[in-house]
C-alpha cells in the first residue's frame, strides 16, 4: 500500500507513545484517523494535536482485550467511514516477573491485551477489510520480546511471541484467499515511551483480589524498563519506519540493526538444540 491521503487509518494504543506518534504520522499523510484508546484525557490529547495540525482525526475510547468493545470501533468505524485502509493493532501492556510469581491475572491482562487486542481486531475488522476488496494493510505491534527471550519477562514476552504467530498466520490465510490486505508486525527495540508505567490501564477485571500489590520482582522490572526505554528510540522515528514498511511491503519491522545478530544467534542455538542465550532489548 503506497497511497494514503484520503484513506481511513484506525490506531489503537493512540493515546500515547508509538501509537500516537502512528496517528500523527497518519494524519499528516492525509488519512482520517481513528484514534482508540483505554485512556482516554490522552487520547483526546492526541486528537487535538492532530486537530491542531491541520489533520482529520475522531478519538474513539475502546478497551482492546474486551471483544465487544473492539466490535464496536469496527462498527464505528465502517459504519461512519464506510471502510478501514490501515488498521494498527498496537495497545498494549508489559507486565513482567519471574513466571512462577505472577498471578492468573498477571498472564490473562498481557495476554487479553497484547494478544487478544489483535485477535479481537482480525474477527472484527478482517472480513469487512476483505469485502471492501481494495487495497489495504494490517501492523500489528509485537516485540523484539516476540522473537527473543529473557528473565523477568515471561506474561509480556509469551504474548509477544503469540502475537507473531498470530500475524504470521493472518498473512499466510490472506495470501491463500488473494485478498488485497497487506500484513506487517512491528518489533521494536527499546522505544522512549510509557510502556514502563502499563499498569496505569489495568483493568479491574485484570486484578487479582487475593494479591493486587506488585511483587518487588515485577516493581523491580517495571523500573528496569522506565529506566532503560527512557533512554530508547523516539516513538516518531518508529511511525515512519513503519510507514517505510507499509509502502514497501516489508513483513517484519524491525527498529534496531541489532534485530539480525538477535535472530540469527537465537536460530543458530535453536538448531543446536540450545536454549537461546539471554538476550536483552537495546
Ligand atoms: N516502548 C518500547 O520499548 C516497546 C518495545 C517493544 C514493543 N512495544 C510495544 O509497542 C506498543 C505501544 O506501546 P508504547 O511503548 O507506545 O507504550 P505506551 O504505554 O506509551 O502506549 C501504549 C498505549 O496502549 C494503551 N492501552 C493499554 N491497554 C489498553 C487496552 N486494554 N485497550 C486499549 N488501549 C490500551 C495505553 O493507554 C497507551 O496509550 C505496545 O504493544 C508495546 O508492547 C514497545
Known sequence: MDEFEGKIAVITGAGSGIGRSLAVAAARRGMTVI????????????????????????????????????????????????????????????????????????????????????????????PRMIALDTECHIVNTASMGGLITNAYSGPYYASKFAAVG????????????????????????????NIGSSERNRTERHIDRLSPEMTPDA???????????????????????VFDAVRH??????????????????????TRYELPASAQLD
Open 35 to 126: 484514534a482508540a484508546d483505554i485512556e482516554e484525557p490522552p487520547l483526546n490529547d492526541t486528537v487535538a494535536e492532530i486537530l491542531a495540525d491541520g489533520g482529520t482525526a475522531t478519538a474513539f475510547p475502546t478497551d482492546v482485550s474486551d471483544a465487544g468493545s473492539v466490535q464496536r470501533l469496527a462498527d464505528y468505524a465502517f459504519g461512519e467511514h464506510g471502510g478501514v485502509h490501515l488498521l494498527c493493532n498496537n495497545a498494549g501492556v508489559f507486565s513482567g516477573g519471574l513466571s512462577w510469581e505472577r498471578t492468573v491475572a498477571d498472564w490473562e491482562w498481557a495476554i487479553g491485551v497484547n494478544l487478544y487486542g489483535i485477535v479481537h481486531a482480525i474477527r472484527s475488522f478482517v
Open 249 to 270: 511491503g516489508h513483513f517484519y519491522i524491525p527498529t534496531k540493526p541489532s534485530y539480525q545478530a538477535q535472530i540469527a544467534a537465537r536460530h543458530d542455538a535453536m
Open 219 to 241: 516493581a523491580f522490572v517495571s523500573q528496569m524498563l522506565r529506566d532503560s526505554t527512557s533512554a530508547g528510540m523516539p516513538p516518531a522515528d518508529v511511525a515512519e519506519l
Open 166 to 193: 498470530a500475524t504470521e498466520c493472518l498473512a499466510h490465510d490472506l495470501i491463500s484467499i488473494n485478498a488485497k490486505i497487506g500484513v506487517s508486525v512491528l518489533v521494536p527495540s527499546l522505544i522512549a515511551t
